[in-house]
């Protein structure tokens, strides 16, 4: 039986997670690999409901509860997605998992490390991805794409994600498996970075 290899898409809002991971599934497919792509908050029915409730800019949520949403959420989205997936063999693709919430609800909320990551470890069952790729964006780009800015996150400060993004790119350089990409020189030669990494994973 095929080996599954689980991959995921990081960075801060407006990086261009959505738009490399539609690249890279399409050049997987062509190559006949069989995969899953999903996305967190989101993935299963339930996840997706909650995933409503937080980013609905009508909702104040407090610190304590929007962490523990993303957690519950992950749960879900472990169990009835992602470990099936990996024990059909399959090359899971995921926009985002525990590193967002190591950068949002850490580095952003300030809430502890050490707490995010056992909260991880419960709802993930201590699944980590094979890799997960962080890509890099400057607030001169957020701005540049904020004409399209709905969702109650997207909504915070300039602040709140200069310490999201900062904590992506200490996370990057001190976590196992976890590498940064830079945005520089387009989409296209982003995409082809992102595949090379990924090929290992994929033959």
Excluded: W
């Excluded at 990081?10 to 999903?38: C, F, M, N, W, Y």
């Excluded at 890799?131 to 709140?160: G, N, Q």
């Amino acid at each position: 039986m095929r080996k599954g290899a689980f991959i995921v898409l990081e960075g801060p809002d407006k990086s261009g997670k959505s738009t490399q991971a539609g690249l890279l599934i399409k050049a997987l497919r062509a190559r006949g690999v069989p995969l899953v792509h999903t996305r967190e908050p989101g993935g299963t029915a339930f996840a997706e409901a909650i995933r409503k409730i937080l980013l609905d800019p009508r909702h104040h949520v407090a610190p304590l509860a929007e962490l523990l949403l993303y957690e519950a959420a992950r749960a879900q989205h472990t169990e009835e997605k992602i470990r099936p997936a990996l024990r059909d063999g399959k090359l899971v693709v995921c926009e985002r998992y525990g590193l967002a919430s190591l950068a949002y609800q850490g580095y952003g909320r300030g809430f502890s490390l050490p707490l995010i990551r056992r909260l991880n470890t419960m709802a993930s069952g201590g699944l980590r991805p094979d890799l997960t790729i962080v890509l890099d964006m400057p607030e001169s780009e957020f701005a540049r794409r904020r004409r399209r800015v709905h969702d109650r996150i997207e909504r915070e400060s300039a602040a709140f994600r200069a310490r999201v993004r900062e904590g992506y790119r200490r996370l990057a350089r001190k976590e196992p498996r976890v590498v940064l990409v830079s945005r520089g020189g387009g989409v296209k030669d982003v995409h082809l970075r992102v595949l090379s990494l990924v090929k290992r994973f994929s033959s």
